[in-house]
C-alpha cells in the first residue's frame, strides 16, 4: 500500500451527532483529498450502507466503523471498532441498549433543561434527521438553535456541561465487555481519543493493560484532544503493549472545529485492519 495515502479514521455523520449526512461525509473527504476515510458514528451502522455507496462514487474509500460507548470505574470510554460484523447479536444488543440509554438521558435532560430555558424535546427532534442516535450534542443545538448558546461547544462547556444542574449520566457497558463484544464481531478494536483529560478524567496506564488483555488493538494516538504529554504516554504504552497507533480528526460537520485529515494513519495500520478485521473496506 503506497506511503502517501491520505487516511482519517474516525468521523461522525447525521446518523449520530456529526451534521452531514454519510453520503456528505464521503462527499467532503473527498473534497479534503482523502484517498480513505472512516465513518464511525455512535453505537450505530446505519449510516454505513449510505456511506458505501457514495463512496463508490466519489473515489474515496470507505472503512465501515462504529464508536463504541463504554465506561471503566466510572469514567468514560469510548471503543472505534473497525470492519465488524454489523449483525452480530452481542454487539447489535449492546448497541442497541446504549442508544436506549442515551435517549432516556436526552429526555430526562430536556426536561431539566424546560424548568429554565424555552427548549423542548420537539425543539430537540428538530435538530435531528430520522433515526439519528439522540444524544447531548443535539440538545445542545437546540439551545443555540433558541439563543441561550453561540455554538455547540459552548453550550457542551457551559449548560450541558458535567456536573451542572441539567447533566445526566447514561449507562453504558463496562470497557472489558465492550472490547469482548468487538471482537466476537469479528471487529478491530481502537481506544479512542484516549488521553484527552480536556474532557474530563482519563484512564491509567493499568486500564489500557487491562484492555489490551481483553482485545483491544489499537491507540488513537494523533488526536487534537491528546496534548504532547499524553501523546508521548500512549506512544510508549502502545510500543510496551504492543499496540499499533492511529491518527483521525475525529470530523463531526459543522458540529466541531475538528477538520478531515488534521491527523491521519499509516498506510501499514490500515492493512493490519484489514487483515483483522471481518468486513471489507469498500473501494471504489
Do not use: C
Not at 84 to 109: G, I, K, W, Y
Not at 251 to 275: C, F, S
Request: charged share 25%; aromatic share 4%; net charge negative.
Amino acid at each position: 500500500m503506497p506511503r502517501d495515502l491520505l487516511i482519517d479514521l474516525h468521523t461522525h455523520s447525521n446518523a449520530s451527532d456529526g451534521t452531514e449526512s454519510p453520503a456528505g461525509v464521503v462527499g467532503s473527504a473527498a473534497a479534503a483529498g482523502l484517498d480513505v476515510v472512516a465513518l464511525t458514528d455512535h453505537d450505530t451502522t446505519a449510516g454505513w450502507d449510505e456511506a458505501a455507496e457514495a463512496a463508490l462514487r466519489s473515489g474515496v474509500a470507505l472503512v465501515r466503523g462504529t464508536e463504541v460507548s463504554a465506561r471503566s470505574a466510572g469514567i468514560s470510554v469510548h471503543l472505534l471498532s473497525y470492519l465488524h460484523d454489523p449483525t452480530h447479536p452481542a454487539l447489535v444488543a449492546q448497541n442497541d441498549e446504549v442508544r436506549l440509554a442515551r435517549s432516556d438521558r436526552a429526555r430526562t435532560m430536556v426536561r431539566l433543561l424546560g424548568r429554565d430555558f424555552d427548549v423542548t424535546w420537539d425543539d430537540v427532534l428538530a435538530q435531528t434527521e430520522p433515526g439519528t442516535t439522540i444524544g447531548r450534542p443535539h440538545i445542545a443545538d437546540a439551545l443555540v438553535h433558541a439563543g441561550y448558546a453561540p455554538d455547540r461547544s459552548a453550550a457542551f462547556a457551559t449548560i450541558l456541561r458535567t456536573g451542572s444542574d441539567y447533566y445526566v449520566p447514561h449507562y453504558a457497558p463496562d470497557a472489558l465487555d465492550a472490547i469482548r463484544a468487538v471482537r466476537a464481531a469479528g471487529g478491530v478494536p481502537v481506544f479512542a481519543h484516549p488521553g484527552a483529560d480536556g474532557r474530563g478524567r482519563v484512564v491509567g496506564d493499568e486500564v489500557i493493560e487491562e484492555m489490551a488483555a481483553a482485545g483491544l488493538l489499537g491507540l488513537e494516538v494523533q488526536h487534537r484532544d491528546n496534548g504532547p504529554e499524553q501523546q508521548r504516554r500512549l506512544t510508549m504504552m502502545a510500543r510496551s503493549l504492543d499496540l499499533f497507533v492511529t491518527g483521525s480528526s475525529d470530523y463531526h460537520g459543522a458540529g466541531k472545529p475538528n477538520r478531515l485529515g488534521e491527523n491521519t494513519t499509516d498506510p501499514a495500520v490500515l492493512a493490519l485492519i484489514e487483515e483483522i478485521g471481518r468486513s471489507d473496506v469498500i473501494r471504489p
